[in-house]
Each structure stands twice: as structure tokens, then as C-alpha cells.
């Protein structure tokens, strides 16, 4: 049970933020007391670097003025006055022989034969500096003057001890003060879990709270908030489909079985017997058009979800639709013109895409008058990378208020043009038509004008065509029945 716990909490965004913290400020602060120990290093050694700088100078000068004697009894002098600091001085001749050394210098084994002059260097626990120096005639003598480091030591080991001691508190301070942050941190987040822990799916009108603050707890609320709205959104449109369908459903379901009920009241004749089924037969055939529509309508959104399909020919696609219905047009009298570039190559489902023109062409071809045209024209724009495909009519048209409701689910409108037989249908097609070219990463809007016609233009991504080079140049074919 313990170790469960310990597990749990390790898990937890405090604890990995308590860790980020502490380890953040203790390495910064390793660097930076480190960094700071090192500029103190340099610093006392640069102190010590001038000042044997300025004793080689002033030796320089003795040399120069007075005699050798006089010199050695000067840095004896000298030796004593600094014996805390562990200064001395050795001269040797040109044959590195020693000459004079002053007490307390180290051995002479520890002498190292070739320094450059006047560059102070490291020499085991002394930082030393020599000179070569002409005295008249041709006798060289080399004068090497060091301070002990002894001191320097000292000061940086009570520097590492204020050090350790720093850290050591950082230690103990680093972990309550990053739970401390962490704890604040994440109360806005905690916040947000109490909140969405009380949001019901009954009461998707709650939203979360906003603190305007404008950092990242805002962000995910509004982030949640606007998928809270899109849900509620959905539901609510779910609701209202279901309700159409349900309505939709249920005019055939009564007429079925009241015609069933009827007939069975009373004796009737073989005629009427047949009426009754025939009836009941069409009734059947209208639920059937409906239940087909609305599982349509669910495919599309699967579609949507698994991704697009493989490349195909919508231009054969169209042609196909465009045969199926030309003899439908001609009996109604109907003029139907079909200009199609070839090929022309979309990324989709072409059993959706068919659905697509079926619909489009079906509707032109209902709601014009005989003597009225159609034109179905397929064209690829290079420009945007995209397929676009209009269907026009020369039929009545839709009213303005009505174009933004046409592609609505159950949507009929008031104009004659849903005031027809059942045969119009039920208000699904151009809603299956706008559910499949969304799932195609598509787009379809239409214009109309009462009295002059209606057209739907609808728009595809153009598919990569870099697998069919080997196709024919595109070309454009027109067909007038």
C-alpha cells in the first residue's frame, strides 16, 4: 500500500515539477558558485601576478644602480618582510649554477630551466617569474623571484566552505520552495478538474471558468470551452435529426398499418384486396428510399474518419451519371449538355462521389420545366489545385432565404419545388451531397435566381497524379443530348 502511494505520487505533474525545479535552481547554482570561485582564482592570481611584477621591476632597477652584494642584502631584506606569504628570490648564473638564494626558497630541484622572462607562471605550490640580466660585461645572470600560493588556498577553501554551505541550504530550501510553486502552478489546473468534474452531459451549457489571464489554464479552457460548444452543438443537431427521422419514419409506418387495419375491418374483394397491398408495397419502397438515405448519410462520416480513398476518374464518373440520366431527360423534353475536361483525377470514394452526381443531376432534372436545359461541366483549376463541378439548371429557382437551408437534413422548403409528390423526396439528398464532399475535403454552395435557374458548384482537391504520367493530356469533350 505504501509503495502504491509513493508510486502514485511520483506519477503526479507536482512531483515531476517539484524535480524540474530543484534540479533547475541547484544546477544553476552549482554554476554560478562555481563560476564565482573561479573568478576569485583568477582574480588573486592576477593580484599575485602584479605584484612579482612590480618586485622583477624594482630588481631591475637595483641591478642597474648598485652592486650585486647590495642587491642580495636588499631581497634577504625583502624575504624576511614577506615570510607570510612565502616570497623568494634565486639567482643562478648563466650555466643555471645557483648564486644566491634567499631563506625559505624551495629546493633547487624543483627549478624549472627554461621560463620566458617576465611571464609569471606555476611552479608546485609558487607562482614565479624570472629575468635575465646583462650586469656590465659579458656575465649573465638569471633572477627568479616567487610568492608561495599557500594563502591563496586558504582563502578559496573558506570560499568552497561558504560554498558547501550555500548549496547545502539550497538543498534543504529547493524542494519546499519548488512544492510551493508547483502547488501554485497547478492550482488553476486543479481548478479546471473540479469544474469538468461537475459539467454533466445533461447540462452542456456550463462552461469552464476563464481567469484572463491569458496564459496556457486560459488557453485549455477556451480550447475545452469551444469543444464543449461543438459537442452541444452536435447533440442538439443529433436531436433534431433524430426527431425528423423519426417523424419521416413514422408517415409510411401508419400508413402501412392503417391500410393493413383497414383492410381487415371487413370482407373485401380481390380488387381492393390488391389496392390495399400495392399501397402498402409503395409505402415499403418510400421507407426503404428513406432508411437507405439516412445510412448513407452515417457512411459519410465514417469516410471521414478512415481517410480518403485511392485516386479515380470523376470525368468517368460524371460521364456514367450523365448517360444514366439522358434518357430520363429526353422523355421530359429536357436539354442536358455535358463538357468535361479528361482526365480529371480526385482522391475519394466512388460510390459517395457517384451518390454526389446522381443527386445533383436527379434534382436538375425534377425541378425543370420541359423545354428547360441542364449543364454539367467538369473543369480542373492548376491555379488552386482543384476540381470543380457545376450542375445548372433553367428551372424555377430557390428564394434567397431559403439558399442557406438547402443542404439542412429534412429541409423542403416552401416553393412549389417541395410541394410535389412524395417522389421530391425527403429532404436528404443535398444534405447527403454536402456530407460527402465535407468527408472528400471538399466544398459545395449554391446560387440561384427565381425564375432564371439554379447552380451547384461543388469543389475537390485534385488528386496527385504523379502515379499516371503516362495518361493522355487533358482534353475537353462535350455532349448534347
Not at 68 to 81: G, P, T
Not at 117 to 139: V, W
Request: hydrophobic share 40%; aromatic share 6%.
Amino acid at each position: 500500500m505504501y509503495f502504491a502511494r509513493v508510486k502514485r505520487l511520483t506519477e503526479t505533474l507536482r512531483f515531476r515539477l517539484v524535480v524540474w525545479n530543484v534540479s533547475v535552481v541547484l544546477l544553476i547554482a552549482l554554476l554560478i558558485l562555481f563560476g564565482y570561485r573561479q573568478s576569485v582564482h583568477l582574480a588573486l592570481v592576477a593580484g599575485i601576478d602584479d605584484v612579482l611584477l612590480q618586485d622583477m621591476q624594482e630588481i631591475r632597477l637595483a641591478l642597474r644602480d648598485s652592486t650585486l652584494k647590495e642587491v642580495f642584502e636588499s631581497l634577504e631584506r625583502k624575504a624576511e618582510a614577506h615570510t607570510l606569504t612565502g616570497w623568494y628570490a634565486r639567482v643562478r648564473d648563466k650555466n643555471h649554477r645557483p648564486i644566491f638564494a634567499t631563506p625559505g626558497a624551495p629546493s633547487p630541484l624543483l627549478q624549472r630551466p627554461i621560463i620566458e622572462d617576465d611571464l609569471p607562471a606555476f611552479l608546485g605550490e609558487f607562482r614565479i617569474i624570472q629575468h635575465h640580466h646583462m650586469k656590465g660585461t659579458p656575465s649573465e645572470i638569471v633572477v627568479r623571484i616567487g610568492s608561495s600560493l599557500n594563502r591563496m588556498h586558504e582563502d578559496l577553501g573558506r570560499i568552497d566552505q561558504s560554498f558547501y554551505a550555500v548549496f547545502a541550504m539550497m538543498l534543504l530550501a529547493a524542494p519546499a520552495f519548488g512544492y510551493w510553486m508547483a502547488d501554485r502552478s497547478i492550482q488553476p489546473l486543479r481548478s479546471l478538474v473540479d469544474a469538468i468534474h461537475h459539467i454533466h452531459p445533461n447540462k452542456l451549457d456550463e462552461r469552464l471558468p476563464n481567469q484572463g489571464a491569458g496564459d496556457e489554464p486560459d488557453q485549455l479552457s477556451r480550447s475545452f470551452n469551444a469543444l464543449l460548444d461543438q459537442i452541444s452543438d452536435y447533440l442538439k443537431r443529433k436531436q433534431i435529426f433524430l426527431s425528423n427521422a423519426a417523424h419521416e419514419l413514422r408517415t409510411p409506418i401508419t400508413a402501412i398499418r392503417c391500410s393493413a387495419e383497414l383492410s381487415l375491418t371487413e370482407s373485401r374483394t380481390q380488387q381492393e384486396y390488391e389496392d390495399v397491398i400495392g399501397g402498402i408495397i409503395e409505402e415499403c419502397s418510400a421507407l426503404e428510399v428513406l432508411v437507405n438515405q439516412l445510412l448513407l448519410l452515417g457512411e459519410t462520416h465514417l469516410v471521414a474518419l478512415r481517410g480518403q480513398g485511392e485516386a479515380l476518374r470523376l470525368d468517368r464518373l460524371v460521364h456514367k451519371a450523365h448517360d444514366m440520366f439522358s434518357a430520363v431527360a429526353e422523355v421530359r423534353g429536357i436539354q442536358i449538355q455535358l463538357r468535361a475536361e479528361e482526365p480529371v483525377y480526385v482522391e475519394g470514394d466512388a460510390h459517395h462521389l457517384r451518390q454526389v452526381l446522381n443527386n445533383l443531376i436527379d434534382n436538375a432534372i425534377k425541378f425543370t420545366p420541359e423545354g428547360g436545359r441542364i449543364t454539367i461541366e467538369l473543369t480542373c483549376n492548376f491555379a488552386s489545385n482543384q476540381v470543380v463541378l457545376l450542375v445548372s439548371d433553367t428551372g424555377e429557382g430557390i428564394p434567397e432565404s431559403e439558399l442557406p437551408l438547402v443542404f439542412d437534413r429534412f429541409f423542403r422548403g416552401g416553393s412549389t419545388r417541395s410541394r410535389q409528390s412524395r417522389s421530391c423526396g425527403y429532404g436528404l439528398g443535398l444534405s447527403i451531397c454536402a456530407e460527402v464532399v465535407r468527408s472528400h475535403r471538399g466544398e459545395i454552395e449554391a446560387q440561384s435566381e427565381v425564375g432564371v435557374g439554379t447552380t451547384f458548384k461543388v469543389t475537390f482537391p485534385r488528386a496527385n497524379q504523379s502515379d499516371v504520367l503516362s495518361e493522355a493530356p487533358s482534353r475537353v469533350t462535350t455532349i448534347t443530348h
